[in-house]
């Protein structure tokens, strides 16, 4: 299984960004599928998941302004990240876990300049 991040960027506070993570060699499902950040000195967070229940957890600092959705046609996940704010800006990496094995994507960057 592999996960190919992709989407990241320079942008103004208040900008908006779509990040997208294809998924190769297994079948594609959004479920147990997710986003988690990490910013310079910080812990890797939880940033929006679907769970294996198919219902949506976001982080409180994102709440009402991220969401994240799938496209099995593309097998894609993608989060959608509206009204950003510098501390917003982390390496974002999208993940899956699936048969008890958890499967990474390499990581894009995100900047928010204020």
């Known amino acids: 299984v592999q996960l190919q991040a992709s989407g990241g960027g320079l942008v103004q506070a208040g900008g908006s960004l779509r990040l997208s993570c294809v998924v190769s060699g297994s079948i594609f499902s959004i479920i147990g599928m997710g986003w988690y950040r990490q910013a310079p000195g910080k812990q890797r967070e939880l940033v929006a998941a679907?769970?294996?229940?198919?219902?949506?957890n976001f982080a409180d600092s994102v709440k009402g302004r991220f969401t994240i959705s799938g496209n099995n046609a593309v097998n894609t996940l993608y989060l959608q990240m509206n009204s950003l704010k510098p501390e917003d800006t982390a390496v974002y990496y999208c993940?899956?876990?699936?048969?008890?094995?958890?499967?990474w994507g390499q990581g894009t960057q995100v900047t928010v300049s204020s």
């Open positions: 679907i769970t294996n229940g198919g219902s949506t």
């Open positions: 993940y899956r876990r699936w048969l008890g094995n958890s499967y």
